[in-house]
Structure formats: structure tokens, C-alpha cells
């Protein structure tokens, strides 16, 4: 059973509006922190935003700022990315990660938990 499953991803156009979802099977998000991921093509992947498991503190990459906002369901274990003013240089796969109960979740938790991904695409 994969413990994290994304879902949401698609096609958009620039400027459009996107929301991932991250739900857990394995854990309480009460108890770990949920990192979002992306891997763009030739590119490393990134830790693009984190809500924290206990106080809910937020991180943003700053090439996000503004434009994606985090949000968890308790009661549905499931955490929200949103993303706004989708730009061609958001096309990646998405992925939710996490080893840890506080944000940010830095390099990418090889021992932890994390989901298969979703992609976004951004076209012209």
C-alpha cells in the first residue's frame, strides 16, 4: 500500500489555477509534516512548500511565494496545494514526502514516506 497518494494534476493553461491533493493511509498527518515536491525534466527535484504536523507553519520555496498556499484536512488526512498563476516553469511531477514532523522537509526523504506523484503540465 503507498503510503501518500497524489491526485489533481493536469493540463492548464498559463495563468490557470490547479489543487493537488495529498492523502495518507499510513500516518496521521497530526504526527508528520507533508513536504511537496516537484521534478521538472533534467531538472533535481525541489521542495516547493510544507505544512507542519502539530502547528501547521507553512514553508514556501521562494520561486513559489504567492502563487501556491498549503492547507491540511484533519479529518480527512488529507493536505492541499494550491497553486495559482500557473507558469510554463511549473511543469513537473508533483510529489507529497515526508520523514519528519517539521517543516521544511529539505532533501528528499529517502528513509520516510512518500507517493508516486502527479503531473502538471502548463501549456501554451
Known amino acids: 500500500q503507498v503510503p501518500l497518494v497524489e491526485s489533481g494534476g493536469g493540463l492548464v493553461q498559463p495563468g490557470g489555477s490547479l489543487t493537488l491533493s495529498c492523502a495518507a493511509s499510513a500516518f496521521s498527518v497530526n504526527y508528520y509534516a507533508i513536504g511537496w515536491f516537484r521534478q521538472a525534466p533534467g531538472k533535481e527535484r525541489e521542495e516547493v512548500s510544507c505544512i507542519s504536523s502539530s502547528d501547521g507553519s507553512e514553508y514556501y520555496a521562494d520561486s513559489v511565494k504567492g502563487r501556491f498556499s498549503i492547507s491540511k484536512n484533519k479529518s480527512k488526512n488529507t493536505v492541499y496545494l494550491q497553486i495559482h498563476s500557473l507558469k510554463p516553469e511549473d511543469t513537473a511531477v508533483y510529489y507529497c514526502?515526508?520523514?519528519?514532523?517539521?517543516?521544511?522537509?529539505?532533501?528528499?526523504?529517502?528513509?520516510?514516506?512518500w507517493g508516486l506523484g502527479t503531473q502538471v503540465t502548463v501549456f501554451t
Open positions: 514526502a515526508t520523514d519528519r514532523p517539521q517543516c521544511p522537509i529539505g532533501s528528499w526523504p529517502k528513509n520516510g514516506y
